[in-house]
């Protein structure tokens, strides 16, 4: 028998209080807008014990919301220790400093935007996308150091030996400096870092595969989806934004066509700016394939506010215009009905299941159509001395003639728009008035 009783040693969850409003107007309604938010909070680690909401025409400039409910946000911190208050909109820094006065230490006042990038500060595998989400933190903090160090504010460091230098900078004046010398090194490195991304990008661009794009709502399947298609080994978890760096693997299509694949962060509702701006590279992907399967939750209440989040993002960074194919992910998890409704409502969507592989096949069959509605018709001559082009025709595109003649191949053949050749004129051929011939690009 032990003589002492053991003691956990696992981190205890933070006692979170979500607040949020409701304003006229609210694409989403205020209860299932903090649902997500709870679902950001267990991602985060923490633990929702609370809920507070108002009705609002506009947020209060000082507070956010109202004294009466500051005071019951107040009261339930007390009773029910919690550590952190989360608030589903973003605070302006005088806002936050304020609610941090009023419920006191060592409760921590936190919005969407800083639960979010908490979150991806825990996901971010590569260099870059700890880069990106520094980036975004450094960006968040900038303002908010007023309110954070308005203690040292009236501070002064010394300027020098009696006062030939002035009385020198203000604490507060030095931390913001350094701030914005951090967020210049940050964006250099990025720079670096995108132009490595730019080079692999024009490379693919280069390349005659068939370029695809997931993109969607976070946690609508996304990974499993990829790893479904491809046979890969993604990670895929029941949680929010589990998926941050983008992730490209290969696949060939029906009749040999090849293919690549990309999956990306996923969207929200009130996705900041922020996070937007310091992904850019990251959304270049997006931005620059052939076609973005737009992935949604079918067994998800708010689907149809889903795919509208979707399509504000994807104007945000360029690609509103870009082809695009709604896929339906996890139509195992509802009824037939359902699934009935989803098929009349939305008749050009894929209804899949990526855990199941339930019209797997029919999603395939729509990329392979949508893959080949970009295909060039070509009718060339090909030297010999250039026999490996016909190689590469034989293998990116479909072969509908060909025919060995004196000097030269001729095909007749499909090749995807995007094929790397530059096709040229010349008259040297004696029996034709010009011979067609390719150079590879």
Known sequence: ????????????????????????????????????LKRLADTAGAECVARVTQRLERPNPRTFIGSGKVAEVCGLVSRLDADVVIFDDDLSPSQQANLEKAVGEPVKIIDRTALILDIFGLHAQTREGRLQVQLAQLQYLLPRLRGMWSHLAKEQTRGGIGSRFGQGESQLEVDRRMVRNRIAAVRRELAVVERRRSVQSKERIASPAFRVALAGYTNAGKSSLLNRLTGST???QDKLFATLDPTTRAYRLPGGRSMT?????????????????????????????????????ASDDNLSRQLDAVHRVLEEIGAGESRSLVVFNKIDLIDAETLLDLGRIYP?????????????????????????????????????????????????????????EETSTHLVAKVPGTFPLIIQAEVSDRRCSYVSWLTYC
Do not use: C
């Open 261 to 297: 694949i990309t999956d990306t962060v996923g969207f929200i509702q009130k996705l900041p700016h922020g996070l937007v701006d310091a992904f850019k590279s990251t959304l270049s992907e997006v931005r620059e394939a052939d076609l973005i399967l737009m992935v949604a939750d």
């Open 1 to 36: 028998m032990a003589r002492f009783t053991p003691v956990s040693t696992s981190p205890v969850p933070e006692r979170a209080v979500l607040v949020g409003i409701e304003q006229r107007g609210s694409s989403w309604p205020v209860d299932r807008s903090l649902d997500e």
């Open 348 to 404: 050009d969507a894929v209804l899949v299941s990526a855990r199941t592989g339930e019209h797997i096949d029919d999603l395939v069959e729509r990329v392979a159509l949508e893959a080949a509605a970009l295909d060039k018709l070509i009718d060339v001559h090909i030297p010999y001395a250039n026999g490996s082009l016909v190689q590469l025709i034989r293998q990116s595109g479909h072969v509908l003639e060909e025919s060995f």
């Open 234 to 236: 993604v990670l895929a």
